[in-house]
């Protein structure tokens, strides 16, 4: 191995672990507030996906190529579908299901999640899709003998890395972000202070749902969309959200960070096992850390 | 009592329709399989535990069936049953006793983390597995009977129906036993069940053993009956299966996850016949109608129409 290999796959596993964190930080916020693991996590991502794409290259068809167009055109695409899709789905199913066994909740996500993987199919196709166009215009950067895409290791962890700052803010500044926070320490204690869970559980899920769903767009340029992809992220995620500790966000960034870069190393080192890694590294730290790496210790409940 | 007769009945009817129709045979094994191993997702299940990766027993015993029929070639059938349910069951017993230390969405995630780790492993160590293309087993003696194909399988499904009843009465027995019982305490409060001097790793280590026997089971049958393993036999989306029969059918009696399975397949046959793009979302729909209006699943809805409608009947 030399250096050279060494600085892609740093680059590589830095721009994964990117769209790793957009992701699990949508399923892990939904989780912490809401207690429910969302499975559907991984359609949004999907669906954000295929969304941005078709906006995308409606949006060059039309004439309307500018590049940074072109940006928000993926931007909006995920915000739309998270939009629409995490109110939908917060209004029809959570609420409904609210009072039954987390694992029942996790089976309703799951048969929401094998519902949208055709309705994804019916709409689309099952040929891959592509459109990469962003990722030439914006251009390749040379790290010491390395070429590498500005989308990659600029873009996309830039975006992480706001989303991350953008939700710190929010939930520790404002007032809606505070109510959350309240929730999360104590639901029954929270309502009877006054917040309106109803309202903050809306926004939470809507919230998560941009977030899968942005992975997905930003994801578009740098990989082909095919049937399964949401599958294969949402396992992904979940790994990093249990390997981090559920509801935890700073852990859920280390986390993906690990895992990603662990991932693009083994790709180039131990090509036999480079889509086992982030399980062995989630093995490796449950065995030590039975509750994930950066959840704090609670008192048993008699 | 009655429920145990149904059951009986119900193998027998599988039976003849599979000597009568022959072509059903292959279906009504693989059925028995889908509902064994469901069978088995529902022990643990009793003590909240929802395991998300249970069909890696049923990988690593189907592979234990290829391994051993390739490197023995004249080994018997029986031999290769036993040989491969025992090395799954051997593995849920290594395995279970770190898995039982965690709980909720850990224990699932951990199940979910070795048999992703299995089916990578077994899809990239190609000159060992096969690959994706997996291995086949060809047909072996059965109890040095050496047979045809249409005779080989008229075997198997009588292996698979008696196991299934063999199966289904030690569950019976199993949920009314003391560990059975702790098993169910440890759902509603396992805090209490260790101040009663039970140890609730135990408990769920025995659980978790039984229910990777049965898995095991279901996948040396499967291996034998298909003729061919695939990693594919331990992914994710065939445990989710596992967990979405069980729920389906309800655990609250043995025939449950039997009639899950039923369901199950009826619906994929329909699907692939009359909306072959579409069958994952009838299945999904299926899924949220059972959640929605059967929480017990059929089942659990069924005893206890019956337990209203013998109330009506003796006021």
Redesign the interface.
């Known amino acids: 191995m030399n250096f050279d290999t060494l600085l892609l796959g740093l680059a590589d596993g830095i721009s994964y672990a990117g769209l790793l964190f957009l992701v699990s930080l949508g399923l892990t916020l939904i989780f912490g507030v809401l207690g429910v693991?969302n499975i559907t996590h991984g359609s949004l991502y999907a669906l954000g996906g295929y969304t941005a794409a078709s906006l995308t290259t409606f949006a060059m068809r039309h004439a309307f190529d500018a590049t940074p167009v072109l940006f928000i055109a993926l931007v909006l695409a995920a915000l739309l579908v998270g939009l629409l899709m995490g109110l939908l789905l917060d209004l029809l199913l959570l609420r409904?299901?609210q009072k039954?066994?987390?694992?029942?909740q996790?089976?309703?996500t799951?048969?929401?999640?094998?519902?949208l993987?055709?309705?994804q199919?019916?709409i689309w196709g099952t040929s891959p899709y592509a459109a990469g166009e962003i990722v030439s215009r914006l251009g390749t950067v040379e790290l010491f003998d390395v070429t590498y895409t500005v989308y990659q290791i600029g873009v996309i962890p830039s975006i992480a890395l706001a989303s991350y700052i953008g939700l710190n803010f929010f939930l520790k500044k404002t007032l809606w972000g505070k109510q959350t926070v309240a929730l999360t320490h104590h639901r029954e204690v929270a309502t009877a202070m006054g917040v309106n869970v109803k309202r903050i559980g809306a926004l939470v899920f809507i919230l998560g749902a941009m977030l899968g769903a942005l992975g997905g767009a930003l994801a578009v340029p740098v990989s082909s969309l095919t049937p399964g992809m949401g599958?294969e992220m949402i396992?992904l995620s979940?790994?990093v959200v249990?390997t981090a500790g559920?509801g935890q966000i700073t852990g859920a960034l280390i986390t993906s960070l690990m895992i990603g870069l662990a991932r693009s190393m083994a790709v180039y080192l131990l090509?036999?096992?480079d889509?086992?890694m982030p399980?062995?590294i989630?093995?490796l730290v449950?065995?030590l850390r039975?509750?994930?790496l950066f959840t704090v210790a609670q008192s048993?409940?008699? | 009592m009655k429920l145990g007769m149904f059951s009986a009945l119900s193998v027998l009817v599988l039976l003849v329709l599979g000597i009568v129709f022959p072509w059903t045979k292959t279906m009504l094994i693989i059925g028995l399989c889908y509902g064994l191993s469901a069978l088995g997702v529902a022990i643990p299940a009793r003590s909240g535990q929802v395991s998300f990766g249970h069909a890696m027993f049923a990988c690593v015993s189907a592979y234990a069936v290829a391994f051993l029929a390739r490197a023995f070639p004249s080994m018997d059938g029986v031999v290769l049953l036993v040989l491969a349910t025992l090395t799954g069951t051997l593995f849920a017993s290594v395995f279970g006793s770190f898995v039982v230390r965690y709980r909720g969405i850990f224990f699932g995630m951990l199940n979910l983390a070795i048999s992703m780790v299995i089916v990578a492993l077994l899809g990239k160590l190609y000159e060992l597995s096969g690959g994706t293309d997996g291995i086949r087993v060809q047909r072996p003696s059965w109890g040095g009977l050496v047979t045809e194909r249409a005779e080989f399988e008229t075997i198997l499904l009588w292996v698979s129906c008696c196991v299934a009843l063999l199966a289904g009465w030690f569950y019976q027995r199993f949920t009314q036993s003391a560990t059975g019982e702790a098993l169910r305490g440890l759902k509603s409060n396992e805090t209490r069940l260790e101040y009663l001097g039970i140890s609730a790793h135990y408990v769920l280590w025995v659980g978790y053993v039984g229910s990777g026997f049965f898995v095991s089971l279901a996948g040396a049958i499967f291996a034998l009956a298909q003729g061919l393993v695939t990693p594919d036999m331990g992914s994710w989306t065939r445990s989710g299966e596992l967990v979405f029969i069980m729920i389906l059918g309800g655990s609250s009696h043995a025939l449950g996850p039997f009639v899950g399975a039923a369901v199950f397949q009826a619906v994929k046959l329909f699907a692939s016949a009359y909306m072959a793009g579409v069958w994952q979302m009838l299945l999904g729909l299926t899924l949220l109608t059972v959640i929605a209006l059967a929480p017990e699943g059929i089942m659990g809805a069924w005893q206890a129409y019956r337990c209203r409608s013998s109330k009506g009947a003796q006021p």
């Open positions: 693991l409904y299901f039954r066994d987390p694992v029942i996790l089976l309703v799951f048969a929401v999640f094998v519902i993987e055709d309705v199919k019916l599958a396992v979940f790994t249990a559920l090509p036999e096992v889509v086992a399980y062995i989630m093995l449950l065995l039975p509750n994930g048993r409940r008699i």
